[in-house]
């Protein structure tokens, strides 16, 4: 991210005196804004707001009643916001080199058509397209959709700049923005670009009348408008939080959507998609540094005993030689190849960082084709569909993959045609043959989930927009709205939709499995004040999250109410236990310890767990006792001889202790376990041997002072048994006398 000038930090402080309520300070930084910049118009609205401030502090400290005081001072306040904009702005105009003033500067000196000049070019080019679609094929024909194609295409991008630099709309603006959207005649792909460039206007610079517009086509009959809308309103009151409480028009027009279940559920099917999205970084490193490279490893080794040939042959999945898939099995390429595919299934963004790497095409120069939908006929990639058999096959394709997003799409077409004409054929042909299989899948799926085709808008329009904010190449002068707070659950516009308990539990499920354990807690303590947090399975989340925050008092607190609710959960009766072992609750964790044997008599797990209470309770021989019946039931289990081996020392059975740390010394011992075996040598009098077991402790810890950091815990338990601790500095110094 770009270092933030001057003029800006300062427009910051002046938002946080707003926030804070410290107007005259808010006022001041304003006024000294203003001093730089001499805007006179500016000045006088200041001084006006300044003199309004002022009377109303008059009239208050008198104790004169108002009905209207709140109403007032909220539009005072909002006035203020506007004015600290226009201020900065001004500055930033004449200083900034960032893309929005380049084009703020552009819009001043030359005259832009109107919205009505635009809408009326707009549909004259699609008549244009409808009436050349209609001529037979052939050179004059194409000549003629490609000059249609790049005046179009002109038309647009001016459009996306005039209304992304565009300044605070007036009532004729918005009336001639309504009227564009609202003409049935304009192309869907054009009122597309119009929403993304209005989103990113509303982002730079806060416009309430024009977030009322966004809101309004929350009820546009086109899907894909409805869906662009509704992505781009979550950031922008994200990025407003502070701001839009002022503006009650937008709020209750927020509310009065609630009542759509179709708007509700599009709303929190896009707010999911976004914390879906912040999970990409993290998803790209495990492809990049972990999945992928493990796969690479092991292709050289697959090559060699596996004829991949006979792999792609006609004889079926069944008839291959079931030693093939045990070598991928056993080389690990199987697990690799499923964890790809199950993050696929669960809408991960497994492709940004492919893709990413094709970026830099000069297509993306331009911020405007960010946000294009996918078109065949754009006239950067139109050579690729020249050849018409080859190029509807390739369309069907593109148009049918669900997997990646419009960016994406036109990255891939770029890079297929890079390629020789030889492999480009090939690749077309590929793709042709497996286009149809694609759309039957499609269809076969948007039969079985019925929303499909909007969950997949939704999940190709927010990775469009990831890949702006992360890769477009003057992204440092833009607010990346992917690095804003998981706060969806927290913004109060947002609550007649979220606060449902349905969508809720869909929110803080979402959280909770991608590991986002504050922001899951918080939804889940929401649900239960919306009354939806009657299931046990509530109180467990919230104890889980409790526990991951290392909160374990708290998350206790969850696991008795959710025992409450569904006694004897044997999860739940093991979290407690632990939570109480974890507070220094032996007696209490052992009873229900106890309680969670009954159902699991033979889980050898929990008998060690019960051996370890008895242990801390120092009742040394029922804890042996346990150990033993592990040990008994299973001979190979090591934790067991370690816990029989310490317990034994403890209660002063050195001889026992012996025997188990002999054995356990003979497979992968760690440094603990040579220590605890110097220690019973100690406790037998046995110093030579001691103080050798001593040294490979030392060894396998990897210095002296860890080694000694280690013998100072343990001095508590080596007085107990009754070892005369005057003689550990003595051995150390004999040890310190080895090492030189």
């Not at 702005?89 to 058509?113: A, H, M, N």
């Amino acid at each position: 991210m770009m270092q933030p000038s001057p003029i800006t930090k300062k427009l910051k402080e002046i938002y946080t005196h707003i926030e804070q309520r410290q107007l005259k300070q808010a006022i001041d930084g304003v006024k000294a804004a203003v001093e730089q910049s001499q805007h006179w118009t500016i000045t006088e609205r200041i001084a006006e707001l300044e003199t309004n401030y002022q009377y109303m502090l008059h009239y208050l400290i008198e104790g004169k009643k108002d009905p209207e005081q709140q109403h007032i001072y909220e539009k005072l306040i909002r006035d203020l916001y506007a004015v600290a904009d226009d201020a900065a702005g001004q500055l930033l105009l004449q200083e900034s080199s960032s893309l929005f003033y380049d084009k703020s500067r552009l819009l001043q000196v030359r005259t832009s058509p109107s919205m009505e000049d635009y809408r009326s070019v707009l549909l004259q080019q699609a008549d244009t397209f409808t009436f050349i679609d209609l001529l037979e094929e052939g050179e004059e024909k194409e000549r003629r959709l490609k000059e249609n194609e790049l005046a179009h295409e002109k038309t647009l991008q001016d459009l996306f700049y005039t209304l992304f630099a565009s300044p605070r709309a007036h009532a004729d603006m918005m009336a001639s923005y309504r009227t564009f959207l609202e003409d049935d005649q304009i192309p869907v792909y054009d009122k597309s670009i119009f929403l993304s460039a209005l989103t990113m206007n509303v982002l730079q610079r806060f416009d309430a009348a024009k977030v009322e517009l966004l809101l309004d086509v929350c009820r546009h009959p086109e899907v894909e408008l409805v869906i662009r809308a509704i992505i781009g309103l979550i950031p922008i009151f994200q990025t407003y939080t502070a701001r839009l409480p002022l503006y009650r028009e937008c709020s209750d027009r927020l509310q009065l959507l609630s009542d759509d279940k179709q708007f509700n559920r599009r709303f929190v099917a896009a707010i999911l998609g976004f914390i879906q999205a912040h999970e990409t970084e993290k998803i790209t490193r495990r492809l990049t540094e972990e999945i992928l490279p493990e796969m690479m490893k092991l292709s050289p080794m697959i090559g060699k005993k596996i004829n991949l040939d006979e792999w792609m042959g006609e004889s079926g999945l069944d008839e291959k030689n079931p030693e093939w898939q045990q070598i991928l099995d056993e080389s690990g390429l199987t697990d690799k190849l499923q964890e790809f595919s199950d993050l696929q299934l669960k809408g991960a963004d497994v492709f940004h960082s492919t893709f990413s790497n094709l970026k830099s095409y000069p297509f993306f120069q331009e911020m405007s084709n960010w946000f294009l939908p996918f078109n065949p006929r754009h006239s950067s990639i139109r050579q690729l569909f020249a050849d018409k058999w080859e190029g509807a096959s390739l369309i069907e394709t593109m148009f049918s993959s669900s997997l990646i997003c419009n960016s994406d799409k036109y990255s891939f077409c770029f890079s297929i045609m890079m390629m020789p004409e030889n492999y480009r054929r090939m690749m077309v042909a590929q793709l042709g043959a497996e286009g149809e299989e694609l759309t039957r899948m499609q269809v076969e799926e948007e039969i079985l989930k019925p929303h499909q085709k909007e969950d997949t808008l939704i999940k190709q329009y927010i990775q469009d927009l990831y890949r702006f904010f992360k890769l477009y190449r003057r992204r440092e002068e833009f607010v990346d709205i992917f690095d804003l707070p998981l706060n969806y659950h927290q913004i109060e516009a947002f609550h007649p939709v979220i606060l449902q308990p349905h969508y809720l539990e869909q929110i803080a499920l979402y959280y909770f499995e991608k590991n986002n354990f504050s922001e899951a807690l918080a939804a889940y303590l929401m649900l239960t004040e919306a009354g939806g947090a009657t299931q046990s399975e509530v109180w467990q989340k919230i104890g889980f999250c409790r526990q991951m925050l290392a909160d374990t008092e708290g998350a206790l607190e969850a696991y008795l109410h959710a025992d409450l609710i569904e006694e004897n959960n044997t999860w739940v009766l093991h979290r407690v236990a632990h939570c109480y072992r974890v507070l220094k609750q032996p007696d209490t964790a052992l009873t229900y310890y106890r309680r969670l044997e009954q159902f699991r008599p033979d889980d050898l797990h929990i008998q060690l767990l019960i051996g370890h209470c008895y242990l801390e309770l120092k009742q040394y021989d029922k804890a042996l006792n346990r150990y033993f019946k592990v040990e008994l039931l299973d001979s190979d289990n090591r934790r067991a001889w370690r816990s029989v081996a310490w317990c034994a020392f403890l209660s002063r059975k050195f001889d026992v202790a012996r025997k188990y740390y002999a054995r356990i010394l003979e497979d992968e011992p760690n440094a603990h376990d040579w220590l605890n075996a110097g220690h019973v040598e100690l406790c037998l009098e046995e110093n030579k041997k001691a103080l050798l077991l001593y040294r490979s402790s030392m060894e396998k810890a990897g210095s002296f002072d860890d080694f000694r950091s280690m013998l100072a815990e343990d001095v508590e338990e080596l007085q107990e048994a009754g070892v005369n601790t005057a003689i550990l500095p003595v051995i150390l110094d004999k040890m310190r006398y080895d090492l030189t």
